[in-house]
């Protein structure tokens, strides 16, 4: 029986591929393996490790903690900063962005943003969470303390971006663009094995994903498209079907899976949307574009955006490309 690739020997035989080949890529994503066994460990026994609630703190967002979110982070920054292949590192739970600078950092050529645990709101009722990670090359002189330009960077210049899917199955899912390629986790083995290489979205899909709840709030273009989907025309297969989770690592993965695209638009109640720019849609924009799919701001390519804060919001669009470019379609209609 043909055994599947392991990821570790699956990024051996493709350190070629990496723009810049010299093994530290390949140990960076070696460590976010190695947290992310942790982190999935921990999930997995959260229910009788007294790890689930809220930690009793807010991040920088305003936003509580859960224990776990706490938890993640606190196994992520460890341990990629043990590697020494980073010189700095922004977190969704961190206001300031990390510098790494002891004896182990000074070659330094990478900086790493995270959401430790995307979804966390599903924590405490045992449904599907994620860990989403980018990495960029420094732009500020080797050697030097990292700067929050290094942070600032479009999607465009990302080496590599992923996530971990803590679902029913753990997988782990990357690109360093040249496509985006998934990971299963055996727990009896403890090792990830190539299950989905060349992961593609459809062309077009029929799910939609988006909080409905707040239909009120949303730009008109966007309540246009929802009543598109809604609409009985045999000929384009719709209506729709509408998946909604409340964690953007697994509406994200179903809907590559099975074909559909995930919207959260701006409104009232988030005027800039409520995704996080760095380290929630330019990451997911990068696989899904390796996938063939598209990743939109409503009215541009999100990874060609130009940040100014490290904990930016954008409206994120994302999935399938006819239905991704009706969207736009529809907002500029209204615009
Ligand atoms: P989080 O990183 O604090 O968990 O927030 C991001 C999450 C996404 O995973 C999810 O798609 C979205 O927030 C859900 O938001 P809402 O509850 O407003 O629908
Ligand atoms: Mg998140």
């Known amino acids: 029986m043909e055994r599947h690739t392991t990821l570790g020997e699956f990024i051996i035989q493709n350190q070629k591929d990496f723009p810049y080949a010299k093994g530290e890529l390949s140990s960076l994503l070696s460590a976010i393996r190695l947290a992310g066994k942790m982190v999935n460990q921990e999930i ?45 590192l922004a977190s969704e739970e961190l206001e300031d962005f990390l510098v790494f600078n002891e004896e182990k950092h000074k070659n330094a050529n990478y900086v790493v943003l995270i959401d430790p645990l995307d ?9 599907t ?28 210049n990302q080496v590599a971006a992923g996530y971990l899917i803590y679902g029913t199955s753990t997988m782990l ?23 989905h290489p060349h992961m593609k979205h459809s062309e077009s ?3 939609y994903s988006i909080n409905e709840g707040n239909y009120v709030h949303f730009p008109q273009g966007i309540k246009k498209f929802i009543r598109w989907t809604q609409e009985l025309n045999e000929e384009e297969n719709r209506p729709f079907t509408s998946r909604y989770i409340g964690s953007l690592v697994a509406d994200f993965h179903r809907n590559m899976l099975l074909g559909g695209v995930y919207l959260y638009p701006t409104g009232t109640t988030s005027p800039k949307g409520k995704l996080r720019l760095l380290y929630e849609c330019n990451p997911m924009a990068f696989l ?13 390519r999100v990874m060609e955006r130009i940040p100014t804060e490290l904990h930016e919001r954008a409206p994120f669009y994302c999935g399938c490309k006819t239905e991704v470019e009706k969207i736009e379609w529809f907002l500029n209609e209204e615009k």
């Open 173 to 195: 899912v990357y690109t360093t663009g040249n496509g985006t390629h998934g990971f299963t986790f055996d727990p009896g083995i403890g090792s990830f094995f190539l299950s």
């Open 129 to 156: 969470v994620g860990t989403i990670f980018s990495i960029y090359r420094r732009i500020s002189p080797v050697g030097t303390p990292v700067t929050l330009e290094d942070f600032l960077q479009p999607g465009i």
């Open 205 to 207: 899909g029929r799910i």
């Open 119 to 127: 979804g966390s709101s599903n924590i405490d009722v045992d449904i």
């Open 288 to 300: 899904a574009e390796q996938a063939g799919g598209k990743a939109s701001d409503g009215y541009g």
């Open 44 to 88: 997995n026994k959260a229910g009788l490790a007294e790890i689930r609630g809220k930690a009793g703190q807010e991040n920088v967002q305003g936003e509580s903690q859960a224990k776990l979110d706490v938890l993640a982070n606190d196994m992520f920054i460890s341990t990629l900063k043990d590697r020494g292949e980073i010189c700095g």
